[in-house]
């Protein structure tokens, strides 16, 4: 089945900084890639997601890259906020989403 | 719904006892999705449905562990003598197809064995 490795498991910013989660992933036939903030207690809600069949989409100040060749994928936050303080998931879909161990940001103000 | 919505919120439950999750998807969402979410860990995949079918349980980590959807539409996961193990956020999350269109995850459910 599917494997997902995601790094760092904690990632600590200054505010204004841009902040860079990787993921690789191991089954080739994996088409799609969500990504998935959670803050405390709360659910995980998708921020943005890619499909295989581009290299890269962004959504304001959140990015993500994709190269298949290689198989990962990384998140990227410019100009990070306090408020962007949670612990991010990637994931990748096979039969289903398969999800890496989650990556703790911490935005210091 | 407007969303997924999951019951109990909170549940505690001594060992050896029976507990029930109930999921309520997005009303016409065919994908239905258990994971189970251990404090500071991803969300790890239990089981999958479309529609009333179970088309995989791979995750489901005992026979103790026990899901369904009848009618297509609300799912119960049910776990028999519940063991300290199995203490837990149990998440559900539906999708119109799939799951390639992303998934909406309800609140889930914080289950305690004590």
């Known amino acids: ?109 | 719904g407007a969303g997924v919505s999951q019951s109990p919120r909170y549940k505690v439950a001594k060992r050896g006892q029976d507990v029930a999750l109930r999921c309520d998807p997005i009303s016409g969402h065919v994908s239905l999705f258990w994971y189970q979410q251990a404090l500071g860990q991803g969300p790890e995949f239990l089981t999958y449905f479309q529609n009333e079918a179970q088309l995989d349980k791979s995750g489901l980590p005992s026979d103790r562990f026990f899901a369904e959807r009848p009618e297509g539409s609300v799912s119960t996961l049910k776990i028999q003598r519940t063991q300290q193990e199995d203490s837990a956020v149990y998440l559900c999350a539906s999708s119109l197809a799939g799951g390639a269109d992303g998934y909406t995850f309800g609140s889930g459910t914080r289950l305690t064995v004590v």
């Open chain 1, 1 to 109: 089945g599917e494997n997902v490795e995601q790094h760092p498991s904690t990632l600590s910013v200054q505010e204004g900084d841009s902040a860079v989660i990787k993921c690789t992933y191991s089954d080739s036939a994996s088409n799609y890639f969500p990504w998935y903030k959670q803050e405390l207690g709360k659910r995980p809600q998708l921020i943005i997601d890619i499909r295989s069949n581009v290299g890269e989409k962004k959504d304001q100040r959140i990015a993500v890259t994709l190269n298949k060749t290689a198989k990962h994928f990384s998140l990227h936050i410019t100009e990070t906020q306090p408020e962007d303080s949670a612990v991010y998931f990637c994931a990748a879909l096979g039969r289903a989403l398969t999800f890496g161990s989650g990556t703790r940001l911490q935005v210091q103000p």
